[in-house]
Every structure is written in C-alpha cells, then in structure tokens.
C-alpha cells in the first residue's frame, strides 16, 4: 500500500516524518519504502482495513493517542430519484452480501483537480478522469472500491451472479475473459457488464461522452473474488480489497463519499436516493477478554483501564463485565474472532518492544561451551582435517627437560615439594612435552598435535600466566612400504602447510612465516610466526643435538602457537569475498635474485606493484646454479591475472606485466632471459 | 735422563701442532690413528717401559701417562670442535627458504549451511531444544489445515505450493513437524525442526525453489510473549557474537500475521547498520493447540521459523542464496 503522510494529515494529527515511520513497524505495518513524506507499506493478509488512508489514520491515532477525524459522509441530493431507474437483484447473498448504487447525471468528463491527481500518483495509481479518479480516490480514502458505469450503454435491471460457462466479457484493458460458473459477474439484461471486484468491462466503461454514471459500491465475498483472479490470472487494486475483507457496512458512506466528489468535479447532480440491496447485513462480532490472561500470556502487568481505553482507540465499543472486557467489534475488523486476538491488539498498542525480554524458568542463556572453548574445539577440528592426531601430555616437568630443549626455566612456575624429579615445574612450553611423545614414537610416522596450557610466573599475574597453546609435531620416520609409493613427504613445508591451514581457519593471512632462529631449532629451517607485527609462535625442523637428547635420530618438526594471541589477533567468522566469472590468465616470470633473499620479499613486492589485476602470485620453481653467477637463485613467479568486471586485453596484460617487472628490479631483481 | 723422557715432550709437541692444523674429521682421524693409534710412537712409548730400569720405571710411566692424557684430552675437545663446525655448516647448507609457499595440502570444508545449522543446533540445544525431523512429502493437513491455513489461504494455491497429488505437497515449512510432535507427545515440548522446504517460485538471487527452515515450538504450562523475544534474542546474539558488523546484536521484533501464531511478529537483527529481517514467530495460536488436543487454558507456547541461508548469508556477508547450490569450489573454499 502506497500512501503519502501528506494525505494522512487529513484524518490524524502526525508526529514528525522518522517517528510516523517507527509507529507504523510498531502497529505492524512494514515500511518497504519511504521516500520523502511517501510509504510504501506491507499490509498483513488479515488487515483489509489498512489498505486506506482512513484505515491508516485510525491506526496511527490509536498508537499516538490521536484523534481520528472522518471525512464528512454529506451528499447533496440535487437530481430527481433513482426509484424506478435502477434496479438491482442478488443471485447469491453468500457471492454478494450488498451491492448500492447512485446515479448521477449530467456530468462534464474531464480531468480531475490537481491535487486529487497527485494524491493518487502519489498511491500509484494513474490518474484517469474525474469520474474515475473519484472511485479511485475514494477506494484510496475508505478502502471500498466502486466502479463507475456509462448508464446510458446499460439495458435493464442490474443483476449480480455466476457466470454461465460460455460467456464472455472484453474487460476495460481490451482483453476478451473467458468466464465460468465459479467466477461472479455483473450484469444487464443483455450482457455481462462487469467481473465483480475485480474489473470492469470495456462497453460499459466511462468514457469521454459519458454524461450520466451510475456508480457502483458493493460488498463481493473473498473467496469469490480470490477464485475470479486466480482463474482469469487478473488481480487488480479492487480484487486485493476484496480478497482481504472489504467492510459492508461501508459501501453506503463509500458510495455517498464518491458521487458527492463526483459531483463537485464532474459537474453533474446526484440523483435522489440510492439503490442499497442488502440482504445480510452483517452485525458486529462480541469478543470478550479476561484482562489477567492477557497479562498471564504477554508476561505483562498492565492495568485493566489500560486495555479497556487501547481497545476503544481502535474502535472498538468496550464494557466490563465482571473479570472481563466485552468489545463489540465493528465489522471493518474481520480479523477479531476470539480472546487472543484481542489480547494480541493490546501487545501491539502497548509495543512489542517494551514486552520484557524473559526466558522461561530454569532456562540459562549461558549454558553450553564459551566461545573460547570454542574456538579451541574449531582449532581441533582444524588440525583434525589436516590428518593429525591429539595427544595429550602432562603439564609437570623438569629443569633438565627444559635446559635439553634450549629452554630456560628463569620464569617457570616451581614446585616446593615436589614428589619426584620428573616434576619439579611447571612446563613453560609444549616442546619438551612434544619431543617426549615423538621419542615414544621412534620410528613411527607420527603427525599429532595438543592444545594446552603452558605456565610462567608474571608479574601481570597474580597466580601464573597460564597460555592456551596450540603445538603440533611431525617425524620423519621412514613410511612403511607401499605399492603405491606415494606417502606424502614430511618436511618443513609439510608443517607450513598444517600451520597455514589452522591460521587460515582464523582468517589469517599468508604472509606470516619469517627466517627464525631458536635454541631448539634448525638454525636454517626455522620460521617466527607473526601477526599484526606481533609473534604468536615458533615453528620448524628440531636441531639433531636437541633430538639427540631424546635420542631421536630422525628429523621431527615441531609448531607452537600461542592461541589466546591468534584468537585476539584474527577475525572469527569469515566475510565472503565474490570472485570474478571472467577469464583469468597465467603470466610466468622468471628473476635472478640473491640466494638468502626470502621469495616472499619477491612475492610481495610483484602483488603491490602489479596493482588490483594480480589476484594471486606463486613461486613455481626455484633454480640454484653456476650459471646464475655466485650467491645467486632463480625464482620462477605464476601471476594469475583477473578483473572482476571484464575481460582482460593484451593491453591490460602488458601494463602488470611492466609494473611487475619494475617493481621486482627495485629489490633488486634481474629478469632471466 | 733416558731418551724418553726428551722424546716425550717432543711428541706431545708435535702432536699439538699437528692437531692444530687439522681442518676436517678425516685429517683428524688419521691424526688420531697416527698419534694415538695401535703404532704410534707414544703407545709403543708405554710397552718400552719394561725396558727401563727398574728405578726409573714409576718415573717414566706417570710422564707418559701424563702426556697421553694431555694429547687426548686435547684430541677430545678439537674432535667436539670439528663436529660441530661440521654440524653446523651441513645445517647452515640445508637451510631453507621458509617463505617459499607450503604444498596444498588437503584441508576439508563443511558447507556454510551445514556449519550455519550446527550453530544453531548447539545454541538451541543450551537453551533446552530437542533437535526433531519430519517427512518433506507431506500431507497437505500438516503442512496447511494443521496449522489453520484454510482452504482459501492463497498460500496453498497452486500458484505457490508444489503439490504431488490433491492432499499431498513438497512440505512448505517445517511447521508440520511441530504438529506431528504435538499430536504424539505431551507438553512441555521444546523442539527445533530443521529441514529443507519447497516453493514454487521462479530462481534468482533471493529466491530458490528449496531452502532450508528452523521452526522452533515451545509449548508448557505459563510460556509468555516475554519468553518468546527471550529466546530469541538470546539465540540471534549468540548465533552472530562473532560476525563482523554484528557488534552487540540488537534485535527487533514487529507485529505481524501468520495464520498459526497470535500475537505474530517478526523479529529483524541490526547488522551492518542496517535492519535486516529474519524470519516470523508468535504464540501458538489457541486453534492450533486445540487442533492437536492441547487445552490452550492450560499450556501456551511459542513459535518461530527462519530460513537457514538467510542467516547464513547475513553471517558471511552473501548476498546471492544460489550460490550455496552452485557448489563453485571458489565458494566452498571460503568457509
């Protein structure tokens, strides 16, 4: 429903524009759209009373405590009776329960005053003439919509009902509609005139020689109207009213409304009287509702006298009657049957928003695991799917451990009486834990990983400094044979490519691995572990005399993070990145640069200086020869070039291809030829 | 003074300046061999001896015990020097680039949905949810007159639903699951009922012909609106604590209708600074309760659905739905 605040300042005093929209999300009516003082709205299915300025108007002085004014309803009678004139005949008061009709004579067709045409522009409804603009604007205003017959192209007495099966009817958009016996018509003693509440037909329409209307306001019921579009595939701003709930006991002030507009301006005289069958007057629904199980299930406390006035600001005519609140609903509102309706209008008046936020008894909202137990499990996982298996060691330790492992004990949490020597302190780190299982496991192919604490004195901390670790270890041992011979080797990179997956589980990025050194370590074949400039762990190959030391004579690899560090450092959840649908090409680069230059120093300068168009680059090959020149290594460098919103040209290609060769010579690169 | 005892400090001093021009553990082995092996001269020294008189043999042997520790002591420590400057040139000669990029190695995934569904699983079930299922071809009385959707309810047009026979659908939402509950057990009942649903809809990028749902029912003796937004916003900042762009999660709820709840909302997220609307909820309607048996005198309850993508989408910041069906490696390796 489209409707502009400017039109609703006819019926309701308005807050400012912001806080009008805040009252409509709380009275239940969604705002797609608001563009300046105009809303498109989304009214319920249940709602047929909102699908009008009034309707609307009434609500938001319901919520604001505002007084609803009606337009006025007066018509003036100037030309002679319709008696005798027109007649009007139900089929099926189940299919039609009211139909009323004016007619007025004389009229000048022409367009309607421009303020009426903005108003439903602003509706978006397209504005027509002034006798059609008048049906429409009053459908905009009361939520009934009419319709508007050239009288002098009728023959006979108006009826209302089922269509026969081979009937048809070329309705006002030109198309001919193949009726049937479940559709409802209008019609006259000759034809069909009109498909009821959902659109005209095209012989009888207004048009620019109209001079006498007879105008129609009827009640159609939903269903019937629901199973005429459904059918002929043809909705309409009328058979969306109709379909929800149109009230009948409106079409006489609707129809009264329209042929006086009409009158003002086309020019022509109401005739005397109105036709009005109406066979079934419907009577208003009483619902009562106990005020303390209104209460009991909203989990409120409000006051019965608080009730009692929200109800008779929505209309309603309210009494009490003892423990109750008897309304008496007024036959707009279709959708009141029973007790929770009512209490469910009184949630709305009173706000959804200040219900308090409860949980039922004996329910907590923290139970289950923190985050960061967690995240610790997702880091599990994580290794897990790398293929390694947990371990689990014991946090006591000794001096001699430490000291083999290049370990100072300086800090380390001691022991006053410790039991045996094994456990004297309390372990400051994972490696001498993780060289004891890979000792255990001489010989075997072990790839394991533990999360636990390690534990150090600290003058930030009262008790110890206890630091969730993650550690992960791998040997070397020989594989045992196989047919296929294909066992993955285990090396440095192996673990890189471990440590790389569980960081990339937290977000992290690549650049992280630095040339490191470390008591423990392989002087040539350990990395730092860094984020955001900060360290968070250590990774690589054991230096065999430390290995020697638990009698290891195979190469092991061992990794330690700091995870409470990589926790705080990295994003959780992970944002998704849209990838391009273009073609993206291969460019293979080859430089000569110094051996002890690390390639990443060479990765990177070739992405930031290659520009936007570089989505990934990756060292392929790395070359070591006499022919290179002393000191010297070649590094062969994959770009993967890509646009996200097109196709890349030769030209495109050429330009990264300089930029990346620029900024390579700037480390001081040669490009090998 | 014998020969030896002028030879004897001769040796050791030649030893010392051999030894000290050793370079690898080669030299030094035959050094070694040759100082202190089987022949060398200051072996054969200590078998002489038994030639020396008598009177000078103690004198003797102490000097040539004396000068054979000293060159071994000496041979120790410069074979401890040779290993290790060995040892650390192999090492320094296998050192690597730990820059270069790792292998790939494989690394599994679980789709976004399925781990957006275990978050809500788990949030659920602290919250004291029982996770259950239902069949996906349905009777049209579970999926719609159940849940007091008349027959005139445009939502079972047609138009919208996907039907197999006259009384039977593609079940439409997971609802019909909380009736089948209902109607086998007896409140409380604390349920979520996950599941794939079907709509007849035309595919574009918010819309799929099949989406996954959670409909949630609470029903016990004394549930409350109150309980209703409690629980749900105790799920939706727990399902987006850590999303970027969530920071603390407000939540909203907003009138609305649905044919099976009254009073019906629907509950929106602020996210990114924006609303975002999530799915609908409400107490279950006292029809529907009677529908299944219950005495809505005696047990209220609750109801809510979402769809799965949508929180899914809001989470990882997707803003295109088929992209989960797509299964575009370039996707599925994101999460």
């Known amino acids: 429903m489209r409707i502009s605040a400017e039109w609703l300042g006819d019926y309701v005093q308005l807050p400012p524009i912001e806080k009008l929209e805040d009252i409509l999300l709380l009275a239940g009516l969604g705002v797609d759209e608001r563009d300046g003082d105009r809303f498109e709205l989304e009214v319920t299915s249940n709602r047929g009373d909102w699908l009008c300025a009034t309707g609307l108007a009434r609500e938001i002085g319901a919520m604001t405590e505002a007084r609803f004014r009606a337009p006025a309803p007066d018509v003036s009678e100037d030309g002679p009776t319709i008696e005798g004139r027109v007649e009007v005949s139900i089929f099926d008061p189940e299919d039609c329960a009211r139909y009323s009709a004016r007619l007025i004579e004389g009229v000048k067709i022409g367009p309607s005053p421009e303020w009426v045409q903005k108003r439903l522009t602003d509706c978006g409804v397209r504005p027509i003439n002034n006798v059609v603009d008048a049906t429409n604007y009053v459908m905009l205003e009361w939520g009934q919509p009419l319709h508007a017959f050239d009288f002098d192209k009728l023959k006979g007495k108006i009826a209302v009902r089922r269509a026969g099966e081979d009937e048809t009817l070329t309705t006002l958009d030109g198309q001919e509609r193949k009726l049937s016996s479940d559709i409802l018509i209008i019609t006259d003693d000759d034809k069909p005139i009109a498909i009821a509440g959902i659109m005209g037909g095209a012989d009888t329409e207004v048009s620019d020689s109209t001079v006498n209307v007879l105008l129609e306001s009827a009640h159609f019921a939903s269903t019937r109207v629901r199973r005429g579009v459904q059918k002929l595939g043809l909705p309409s701003e009328a058979s969306r009213r109709f379909e929800r709930w149109v009230d009948p006991n409106g079409c006489k002030r609707s129809l009264d409304r329209a042929a006086q507009l009409l009158a003002d301006w086309a020019g022509g005289k109401v005739a005397l009287d109105a036709v009005d069958v109406y066979p079934r007057p419907a009577t208003p629904r009483v619902v009562s509702m106990r005020p303390a199980r209104a209460n009991e299930v909203l989990g409120l406390k409000i006051e019965t006298a608080w009730m009692q006035n929200a109800l008779d600001r929505l209309g309603f005519k309210t009494a009490l009657d003892g423990e109750s609140i008897v309304a008496q609903i007024p036959t707009r509102r279709r959708d009141i049957e029973r007790e929770i309706d009512l209490i469910e209008e009184v949630a709305r008046l009173y706000g959804y928003d200040r219900v308090p936020t409860t949980l039922s008894k004996g329910v907590n909202a923290a139970a289950g695991r923190p985050l960061a137990g967690r995240l610790e499990d997702r880091a599990r996982s994580a290794c897990l799917r790398c293929g390694l298996t947990e371990v689990a060691t014991i946090s006591l330790s000794n001096e001699s451990a430490h000291a083999n492992a290049g370990l100072s004990t300086e800090k380390a949490v001691k022991l006053r009486n410790a039991l045996t020597e094994d456990y004297t302190l309390l372990r400051t ?5 993780l060289l004891d299982v890979l000792a255990r496991n001489k010989g075997r192919r072990l790839r394991g990983f533990e ?16 630091k969730r670790t993650l550690g992960v270890c791998l040997s070397d041992a020989p594989a045992p044979a196989h047919w296929q011979k294909t066992a993955a080797p285990v090396d440095f990179f192996a673990l890189k490519a471990i440590v790389g997956n569980v960081l990339r589980e937290f977000g992290a990025p690549e650049s992280v691995f630095e040339p490191s050194r470390h008591a423990a370590f392989h002087p040539g074949r350990c990395a ?16 065999p005399l430390v290995a020697a030391k638990w009698e290891i004579s195979h190469r092991v690899y061992v990794a330690q993070i700091d995870f409470d560090a990589l926790v705080r450092h990295l994003r959780l959840v992970r944002r998704f990145e849209s990838f391009s649908n273009f073609p993206a090409v291969e460019r293979d680069f080859a430089f000569v640069v110094p051996q002890n230059l690390p390639s990443l120093r060479l990765v990177e300068a ?28 070649s590094l062969a460098l994959s770009l993967r070039l890509q646009a996200p919103d097109r196709t890349l040209g030769e030209s495109d290609i050429e330009g990264v291809s300089k930029k990346v060769i620029e900024a390579a010579t700037a480390l001081g690169a040669t490009i090998r030829s | 003074m014998s020969d030896l005892e002028t030879r004897l400090p001769q040796l050791e001093a030649e030893a010392m300046e ?22 060398a001269e200051l072996t054969l020294a200590s078998r002489s001896l038994g030639k020396a008189s008598p009177a000078d043999r103690p004198r003797l042997g102490a000097l040539i015990n004396e000068v054979k520790r000293r060159v071994e002591s000496a041979f120790e420590t410069r074979k401890n020097e040779l290993h290790k400057a060995e040892l650390d040139a192999k090492l320094l000669a296998e050192a690597l680039d730990v820059t270069l990029p790792a292998p790939d190695i494989s690394f599994g995934r679980r789709h976004p949905l399925t781990q957006t569904l275990d978050d809500i699983v788990r949030i659920f079930s602290n919250l004291g949810f029982s996770v259950v299922e239902g069949p996906e071809v349905e009777n049209v009385y579970y999926n719609f007159d ?75 003796p004394g549930i409350t609106f109150g309980d209703l937004k409690g629980t749900l916003s105790t799920f939706l900042s727990q399902l987006f604590e850590a999303a970027p762009g969530a920071g603390t999660v407000q939540t909203r709820f907003r009138p609305h209708f649905f044919p099976f709840t009254e009073p019906s909302a629907e509950f929106d997220v602020f996210f990114n600074g924006k609303w975002l609307e999530l799915g609908g909820c409400g ?21 809510f659905g979402f769809g799965i993508e949508r929180m899914a989408m809001i989470k990882f910041g997707i803003e295109d739905l088929r992209l989960f069906y797509e299964n575009d490696l370039r996707f599925l390796e994101q999460f």
Do not use: W
């Open chain 1, 429 to 433: 780190s994972l490696l001498p834990s």
């Open chain 1, 528 to 543: 730092s572990i860094s984020l955001n400039g900060a360290e968070i762990g250590v990774m690589g190959e054991i230096h």
């Open chain 1, 606 to 633: 070739v992405q930031l200086g290659g520009g936007d168009l570089v989505t990934s680059a990756r060292v392929v090959d790395v070359y070591q020869g006499a022919n290179l020149g002393e000191g010297m290594k």
């Open chain 2, 283 to 303: 107490l279950v309607h006292p029809t529907v309760l009677e529908n299944v048996g219950y005495n809505p005198e005696e047990v209220t309850g609750f109801a």
């Open chain 2, 18 to 39: 051999a030894l000290s021009l050793v370079k690898t553990s080669a030299e030094y082995e035959t050094l070694r061999v040759q100082t202190l092996g089987r022949t």
């Open chain 2, 146 to 220: 159940a849940l007091n959707i008349g027959p005139d309810h445009p939502a079972r047009f047609e138009r919208d639903t996907l039907y197999v026979a006259d009384d039977v659908v593609l079940r439409t939402e997971t609802s019909s699951v909380q009736i089948r509950t209902m109607e086998n057990r007896q409140p409380p009942i604390k349920i979520i009922a996950p599941g794939r649903v079907y709509r007849r809809e035309a595919i574009d990028r918010t819309h799929l012909a099949m989406f996954n749902q959670v409909e949630g029912l609470c029903v016990a």
């Open chain 1, 451 to 466: 999360i636990g604490r390690i534990y150090e004195t600290s003058p930030s901390h009262p008790l110890a400094d206890e």
